[in-house]
T-cell receptor, first 114, second 112 residues
Framework: NAGVTQTPKFRILKIGQSMTLQCTQD?????MYWYRQDPGMGLKLIYY???????DKGEVPNGYNVSRSTTEDFPLRLELAAPSQTSVYFC?????????????FGQGTRLTVV | KQEVTQIPAALSVPEGENLVLNCSFT??????LQWFRQDPGKGLTSLLL???SQREQTSGRLNASLDKSSGRSTLYIAASQPGDSATYLC???????????WGAGTKLIIKP
């Protein structure tokens, strides 16, 4: 049981380049999330999805886009990368939104924009 | 706006000690609170989840408590081991939101 899988683990981008961070989960969870973690800070929500075909902005969505065509996959697209997007990105999923809902996280993608 | 604070930012203790990590939050209207462990270069591992109606949860040497009225949670680690060295993060889920609001974490070092 793989859980939440993110690729790549590391990436260096030049300013202005674009890339897609991949996230897939095999737990049949409806809810999926993208967070970023800057050094010494808590995680901040970028985008989330409550099911296939439904996405919504989180706290820090600028410079990012997402899609959710299947239950399993929730890719995060960076257009025109900027140094401010240097961060560690985490994808997460959960089976619901109730009080006892636990979130499961991928191993993260460390992105550097130079 | 919900804010989560973890103090101290770093803690170093000798092996075998019992220790307490603190988490405070500003709005008592939460669905739940989760404690996570983060190892360098690795993902986040969920340790304990406390529902808003619960006061504590236990898993092995870990015990987490929740006091909503005072906006506090503690993570108690008994008989600490070098393998417990990691960053511990707490996160709350507000009542009306899908996202988790995170503290910045406490970096714990257990000295052999």
């Amino acid at each position: 049981n793989a859980g939440v899988t993110q690729t790549p683990k590391f990436r260096i981008l030049k300013i202005g380049q674009s890339m897609t961070l991949q996230c897939t989960q095999d737990m049949n969870h409806n809810y999926m999330y993208w967070y970023r973690q800057d050094p010494g800070m808590g995680l901040k929500l970028i985008y989330y999805s409550v099911g296939a075909g439904i996405t919504d902005k989180g706290e820090v969505p600028n410079g990012y886009n997402v899609s959710r065509s299947t239950t399993e996959d929730f890719p995060l697209r960076l257009e025109l990368a900027a140094p401010s997007q240097t961060s560690v990105y985490f994808c997460a999923s959960s089976y619901g939104a109730g009080e006892n809902t636990e979130a499961f996280f991928g191993q993260g993608t460390r992105l550097t924009v130079v | 706006k919900q804010e989560v604070t973890q103090i101290p930012a770093a803690l170093s203790v000798p092996e075998g000690e019992n220790l307490v990590l603190n988490c405070s939050f500003t709005d008592s209207a939460i669905y739940n609170l989760q404690w996570f462990r983060q190892d360098p270069g690795k993902g986040l591992t969920s340790l304990l989840l406390i529902q808003s109606s619960q006061r504590e949860q236990t898993s092995g040497r870990l015990n987490a408590s929740l006091d909503k009225s005072s906006g506090r949670s503690t993570l108690y680690i008994a008989a600490s081991q070098p393998g417990d060295s990691a960053t511990y993060l707490c996160a709350v889920r507000p009542d009306s939101n899908y996202q988790l609001i995170w503290g910045a974490g406490t970096k714990l070092i257990i000295k052999p």
